[in-house]
């Protein structure tokens, strides 16, 4: 028995040899049109999301006012009004509290190991401001989902911006602290909540009053009042007891009684992590080294080590001998901003800062027209693509069409025809979308890396081709959809002739 | 069982005009028995629908203004009429299972190889495969047209000549299954000694199964009258209208043409009376 093609398949390969042309002609045409139309896709969609980013800042519905000697007692009064339900009804706020700012010395390994201060702002553990922190651009969290507030789980943690990451060299896979200076030039490890992309006021550490506070009476860090907490993970009982062992040693603690250690089982059943915290007073080598020691502990996963800080054990600050440097006002929307200025200026003589109001309408006029700018450009391509397919499948067709007269009075279905026809543009398609849409993506990523991203710098993180998403997928589904639609209704309106009228060669 | 693979009554084949109601009436057959297993041939004048005539039987063409066509086949009979036309899966199915054509022009697929091209018509009804008998039966077919089987598969009908497009277009009709070939003139392009095979060839494939029949359209009057087997003459009936009378179709028998009106012909005298009732 002699096997032959299945006129399927004789139909379909044929069919795209000659609708793909000569030297490849319509596969090369339709490869450079979805090349550019990608590259234009990838471009515009950077644009988008870029400006989405800024429209939604979670912090442009926050307004700071500054708290000094000229404007302390309307603030006080201010924030007494803000108290009042009705007063936050009338000018849609939804809260208010005071913060402070200040500088946090650093060590930066990307710097050359220097300390460089970075600036930082004091934040309300219980305001909407950290939950809006942790809800997007959020790069690494490092405490557990079941705890609701990052500053719960260690008051005396700070959330960083990803450029701070960067600057200090760390990653943030497996980042547990940066090291901060003290007043008397040690290094302590202080654990890190979160990295985000962004943090308000251009700040990049965020922490708490109680931080603050301690920073601005004793130096944030009370040696003589301090321990080391280390995490160690997947260990039994027994296996503990030789951590101790190690860590006593490599601390040079000759007598453990003279110590105050703690260990308390932590985390949950899949994996077991217990805390040690060891007090610091008995240690007598310098800190410097023992931190050293520590990380060089942690870096080691055998070991089991999670890791380590250096915690004051201070939890509570005198902050009466020094004022606050902003009032911050939350609104939960910006509609009666305008209103509440003039307010301000009437009642309290205060003036309020109405630029991030405008640069925030600024963001979603020009987010709006890039929204409309890559709707057009998507309607184009899908257009412009369609009539291409279409009309080389019509023209092809036309050609043919007497053949395809002697197909249906052989008793071939239209159906049939017209399910092959879409087999063989799909092939089309497909040939040229993969290899348009692989060189489009390197391009566009070249092009970002060695052109636009050293021309122009945007913000951290932001792309400036983006072809990986899923506006893209629908992009493309949108393209496969209308084309197969064309090539259907072309392919219908040839065969609703009859057989005869396309063997014959007749109009009706 | 019935020998007439179709029966015709009160037939108007009509064309739909533009921008008038009415359709113009191109054939007019009052009542028409086509016999099974037999190749018959349709002659006439260009313009007096024969064409028509076989694609409205063929199932080519909805032509139909009034009347019905009864299809036997086996014992089932199918009735062709306006009706059928909105049941296009039941036409192409149909077409597919009774039905073969060939035509004046190749329609072979300029791009398709020519082994692809012979085999469009079997593989259209679902028969990849092919018996060792089957593929001998092929080549010796080709042979028997004059093709050699090796030569010619792989290339491509552009670099054929006209005529062994022809029969080879022939040769893919045939080689599909089928109980009626439909033919407008199938050796329009060919020479005496290649149509004349062709007819040959016809006969034998139409008189390997009994319920096998031809029906072929014509202008060649001689080859008609020396190799079909029914003969069916369109005559004017008024303008550009035409019909079938019973006096102008012709069977052979053993004596000689006989006629609907019980007159018998010789080969010559048929000839003669063809070319007088087609100039009429």
């Known amino acids: 028995m002699q096997k032959n093609k299945s006129f399927r398949s004789v139909l379909v390969s044929n069919e795209y040899k000659a609708l793909k042309g000569k030297y490849n002609s319509t596969i090369v045409y339709l490869f450079v049109i979805l090349f550019i139309i990608f590259l234009a896709f990838g471009f515009a969609k950077s644009t988008l999301n870029y400006q989405h980013k800024l429209a939604g800042d979670p912090f442009s519905n926050w307004i700071?006012?500054?708290?000094?000697?000229?404007?302390?007692?309307?603030?006080?009064?201010?924030?007494?009004?803000?108290?009042?339900?009705?007063?936050?009804?009338?000018?849609?706020?939804?809260?208010?509290?005071?913060?402070?700012?200040?500088?946090?010395?650093?060590?930066?390994?990307?710097?050359?190991?220097?300390?460089?201060?970075?600036?930082?702002?004091?934040?309300?553990?219980?305001?909407?401001?950290?939950?809006?922190?942790?809800?997007?651009?959020?790069?690494?969290?490092?405490f557990p989902d079941s705890v609701g507030n990052a500053f719960d789980y260690e008051p005396n943690g700070v959330i960083i911006s990803r450029k701070l990451l960067v600057d200090a060299g760390l990653d943030q896979r497996s980042i547990s602290f940066i090291q901060v200076s003290t007043p008397a030039g040690d290094l302590v490890p202080v654990p890190v909540l979160a990295v985000v992309d962004e943090l308000p006021d251009m700040s990049d550490i965020v922490y708490t009053n109680l931080f603050y506070c301690k920073t601005m009476n004793t130096g944030f860090y009370d040696r003589e009042n301090a321990?080391?907490?280390?995490?160690?993970?997947?260990?039994?009982?027994?296996?503990?007891?030789?951590?101790?062992?190690?860590?006593?040693?490599?601390?040079?603690?000759?007598?453990?009684?003279?110590?105050?250690?703690?260990?308390?089982?932590?985390?949950?059943?899949?994996?077991?992590?217990?805390k040690i915290e060891i007090g610091l007073q008995e240690i007598n080598i310098p800190p410097t080294v023992r931190n050293r020691k520590l990380a060089d502990l942690v870096s080691l996963k055998n070991h089991h080590y999670g890791q380590f800080y250096e915690l004051s054990k201070d939890t509570a600050c005198d902050?009466?001998?020094?004022?606050?440097?902003?009032?911050?006002?939350?609104?939960?929307?910006?509609?009666?901003?305008?209103?509440?200025?003039?307010?301000?200026?009437?009642?309290?003589?205060?003036?309020?800062?109405?630029?991030?109001?405008?640069?925030?309408?600024?963001?979603?006029?020009?987010?709006?027209?890039?929204?409309?700018?890559?709707?057009?450009?998507?309607?184009?391509?899908?257009?412009?693509?369609?009539?291409?397919?279409?009309?080389?499948?019509?023209?092809?067709?036309?050609?043919?069409k007497k053949n395809l007269g002697n197909f249906l009075a052989f008793g071939i279905k239209n159906s049939t025809?017209?399910?092959?026809?879409?087999?063989?543009?799909?092939?089309?398609?497909?040939?040229?979308?993969?290899?348009?849409?692989?060189?489009?993506?390197?391009?566009?990523?070249?092009?970002?890396?060695?052109?636009?991203?050293?021309?122009?710098?945007?913000?951290?993180?932001?792309?400036?081709?983006?072809?990986?998403?899923?506006?893209?997928?629908?992009?493309?589904?949108?393209?496969?959809?209308?084309?197969l639609l064309r090539t259907f209704i072309s392919v219908k309106k040839i065969l609703k002739h009859t057989p005869g009228d396309l063997v014959y060669d007749r109009d009706s | 069982?019935?020998?007439?693979?179709?029966?015709?009554?009160?037939?108007?084949?009509?064309?739909?005009?533009?921008?008038?109601?009415?359709?113009?009436?191109?054939?007019?057959?009052?009542?028409?028995?086509?016999?099974?297993?037999?190749?018959?041939?349709?002659?006439?004048?260009?313009?007096?629908?024969?064409?028509?005539?076989?694609?409205?039987?063929?199932?080519?063409?909805?032509?139909?203004?009034?009347?019905?066509?009864?299809?036997?086949?086996?014992?089932?009979?199918?009735?062709?009429?306006?009706?059928?036309?909105?049941?296009?899966?039941?036409?192409?199915?149909?077409?597919?299972?009774?039905?073969?054509?060939?035509?004046?022009?190749?329609?072979?697929?300029?791009?398709?190889?020519?082994?692809?091209?012979?085999?469009?018509?079997?593989?259209?009804?679902?028969?990849?495969?092919?018996?060792?008998?089957?593929?001998?039966?092929?080549?010796?077919?080709?042979?028997?047209?004059?093709?050699?089987?090796?030569?010619?598969?792989?290339?491509?009908?552009?670099?054929?000549?006209?005529?062994?497009?022809?029969?080879?277009?022939?040769?893919?009709?045939?080689?599909?299954?089928?109980?009626?070939?439909?033919?407008d003139e199938p050796a329009g392009n060919l020479d005496e000694v290649n149509s004349a095979l062709l007819m040959d060839a016809l006969h034998e494939s139409v008189n390997r199964q009994c319920q096998r029949s031809a029906i072929l359209v014509s202008h060649n009057i001689p080859l008609s009258v020396a190799k079909g087997d029914c003969i069916i003459v369109l005559s004017r009936q008024s303008g550009e209208q035409y019909e079938i009378l019973p006096g102008n179709v012709y069977k052979r028998t053993a004596n000689g043409w006989l006629n609907g009106t019980n007159e018998v012909l010789t080969d010559d005298k048929l000839e003669k009376k063809i070319r007088e009732v087609v100039k009429n």
């Open chain 2, 1 to 183: 069982m019935n020998r007439n693979v179709f029966e015709i009554h009160g037939l108007e084949c009509a064309y739909d005009r533009k921008g008038k109601k009415e359709k113009k009436v191109v054939l007019q057959i009052e009542k028409l028995s086509i016999p099974m297993g037999k190749v018959t041939i349709i002659l006439g004048l260009s313009g007096s629908g024969k064409s028509t005539f076989i694609e409205t039987l063929g199932l080519m063409n909805n032509t139909i203004s009034k009347g019905l066509i009864t299809y036997h086949h086996e014992e089932n009979a199918i009735g062709i009429g306006p009706e059928i036309w909105k049941r296009p899966s039941e036409l192409a199915e149909i077409r597919n299972r009774h039905f073969s054509f060939i035509f004046q022009n190749d329609f072979l697929m300029p791009y398709y190889s020519t082994g692809e091209n012979i085999l469009t018509g079997r593989l259209i009804q679902g028969f990849d495969e092919m018996t060792p008998a089957e593929n001998d039966e092929l080549k010796m077919l080709c042979l028997k047209m004059g093709l050699g089987f090796d030569e010619i598969i792989t290339k491509k009908p552009v670099e054929l000549s006209v005529g062994q497009r022809q029969r080879l277009s022939f040769i893919r009709a045939i080689i599909k299954n089928f109980a009626v070939i439909f033919g």
């Open chain 1, 64 to 142: 700071n006012l500054n708290y000094h000697a000229g404007t302390r007692d309307s603030l006080r009064s201010l924030n007494e009004q803000i108290l009042l339900a009705p007063f936050r009804k009338k000018f849609h706020i939804k809260s208010a509290y005071f913060y402070n700012k200040g500088m946090v010395p650093v060590l930066t390994r990307s710097r050359g190991n220097s300390v460089i201060q970075y600036e930082a702002r004091t934040i309300d553990p219980q305001s909407g401001l950290v939950k809006d922190l942790l809800t997007s651009g959020v790069r690494a969290k490092y």
């Open chain 1, 227 to 274: 321990y080391y907490r280390i995490f160690v993970e997947d260990m039994d009982t027994a296996g503990i007891l030789r951590v101790l062992d190690e860590l006593y040693k490599e601390l040079e603690i000759c007598d453990p009684s003279t110590v105050q250690t703690t260990v308390l089982k932590t985390g949950n059943n899949s994996v077991l992590t217990w």
């Open chain 1, 417 to 483: 025809l017209i399910r092959l026809y879409i087999q063989v543009v799909v092939k089309i398609l497909v040939t040229a979308i993969i290899p348009a849409f692989l060189l489009a993506l390197i391009c566009g990523e070249l092009f970002e890396k060695f052109l636009l991203g050293k021309l122009l710098v945007l913000d951290n993180g932001q792309d400036y081709f983006s072809l990986l998403n899923s506006w893209f997928a629908f992009f493309l589904v949108l393209i496969l959809f209308v084309a």
């Open chain 1, 319 to 400: 902050n009466s001998s020094f004022f606050h440097d902003y009032l911050a006002i939350e609104f939960i929307d910006l509609e009666k901003i305008k209103d509440f200025s003039g307010y301000l200026r009437q009642k309290l003589s205060l003036q309020l800062n109405l630029e991030v109001l405008s640069d925030r309408e600024n963001y979603l006029y020009t987010g709006n027209i890039a929204f409309g700018s890559i709707i057009l450009l998507m309607a184009l391509s899908v257009i412009t693509l369609s009539i291409y397919i279409s009309g080389i499948i019509r023209n092809h067709l036309l050609k043919i």
